[in-house]
């Protein structure tokens, strides 16, 4: 399975991904969790140590090609060679990669940035599931970040902004390839929110995840959902949507 | 484009995307304020943290914190603890303004009179005087 969860900013995608990763670890499958956003998010709501730390800068070389500057894996090394080395091992056994965190004004990451890229075009495919979290909008998912994706879960709020994101990445999709791509209703108060989704970005709704007093008791404490809050009603979603991919992957 | 707006009485109020990258690239154009909206949450303080440590590295403007959604004094501290030498605005929580971007209405619209409306027009206020001053 390689999921990407992508949507407007503030639309709960990390929480979802964190959980939605570390479940997906407990039904025995081997789960590599990325984080492509260059502010932190993901690793709280995985429970992994915070760091800022990504790939270190040698882990690309420069070429020139046509004049122009390029970046390639060093010699010898592949993608699963950088996820063996760099990613860090994470609660349910989920392994964890993310792009190294801003810091600073004059923060430059060109190496990195193009040693993360490289690694998501060579990821390990046989035995490995992928949860990717993007960061917010519409610049990111369709291009470089979330090429390696199969499925992508626009994580939506049943209000109109966050409903006007999830048509335009809906449309980018169409224009990618159109990749599978399904909508995953967050924070909502009843199944009309479901339906407004669905009529909203038309896009199938596969999980439903209900308003939840422990997601915002998690965000606060800086614990993962499933730590807090491991039998509330949003948690139960998560593992429904787990169970709604795999049956999807299966079929 | 925003360095062509300014006027004189003009008042230019802009919001940008999630993260640094773009405000970053003002570099050339301070502005008088940046507002730097947190969220009480361990991952908006310490996306806030980094987002105010590098507009004041950068001298990209003076810096306010708008600390959003917060619910009781436990809220407020944990923002104000986050950003000791920051000016902090408080926002309550607020189910006027969540009703009314369900219904892609503005909240000042929809419920002028909402604890959380109030608490934006007294940052409003203070920000023109203090650029007054």
């Keep these: ?251 | 484009m925003l360095g062509q707006l300014e006027q004189p009485g003009g008042i230019i109020v802009a919001d940008f995307e999630a993260g640094l990258g773009t405000v970053l690239r003002l570099g050339d154009t301070p502005v008088d304020v940046v507002v730097v909206v947190v969220e009480p949450t361990a991952a908006s303080l310490e996306v806030g943290r980094r987002a105010a440590e590098s507009v004041t590295l950068a001298g990209l403007g003076r810096v306010v914190v708008v600390a959003n959604r917060v619910r009781d004094d436990a809220d407020e501290q944990r923002v104000r603890a986050a950003f000791p030498s920051c000016e902090v605005a408080v926002v309550p929580e607020d189910e006027a303004v969540v009703t009314a971007e369900r219904q892609g209405v503005a909240p000042l619209d929809a419920a002028p009179d909402a604890p959380a409306v109030g608490a934006l027009a007294g940052l409003a206020t203070r920000l023109l005087r203090a650029q007054a001053a």
């Design chain 1, 1 to 251: 399975m390689r999921v990407a969860f992508v949507g407007k900013g503030g639309a709960g995608k990390s929480s979802l991904a964190g959980a939605f990763a570390r479940l997906l670890a407990r039904t025995g499958e081997r789960v590599l969790a990325l984080d492509s956003d260059p502010m932190p998010g993901l690793a709280f709501a995985l429970g992994t140590p915070g760091s800022d730390a990504g790939l270190p800068d040698d882990v690309v070389e420069e070429y020139e090609e046509d004049g122009r500057r390029r970046y390639r894996l060093r010699a010898g090394l592949t993608g699963s060679g950088v996820i063996e080395r760099y990613a860090v091992q994470g609660p349910d056994g989920v392994r964890f990669l993310q792009l190294g965190k801003a810091r600073g004004p004059r923060w430059d990451n060109t190496p990195a940035h193009f040693g993360f890229q490289r690694v998501l075009d060579d990821l390990p495919g046989e035995g490995w599931s992928i949860v990717g979290d993007l960061p917010g909008g519409t610049r990111q998912p369709f291009m470089t970040w979330g090429r390696y994706a199969s499925t992508f879960l626009v994580v939506v709020e049943p209000g109109p902004a966050s409903l006007l994101t999830g048509r335009r990445l809906t449309r980018l999709a169409a224009m990618a390839g159109s990749p599978r791509v399904l909508a995953v209703a967050n924070k909502v108060h009843g199944s009309d929110d479901a339906r407004r989704v669905a009529e909203g970005t038309g896009l199938p709704v596969v999980g439903a995840v209900p308003f939840d007093p422990g997601v915002a008791a998690a965000a606060r404490a800086g614990v993962p959902l499933l730590d807090q809050a491991p039998d509330g009603p949003a948690a139960a979603a998560v593992r429904c949507l787990v169970e709604a991919l795999r049956s999807r992957e299966a079929a």
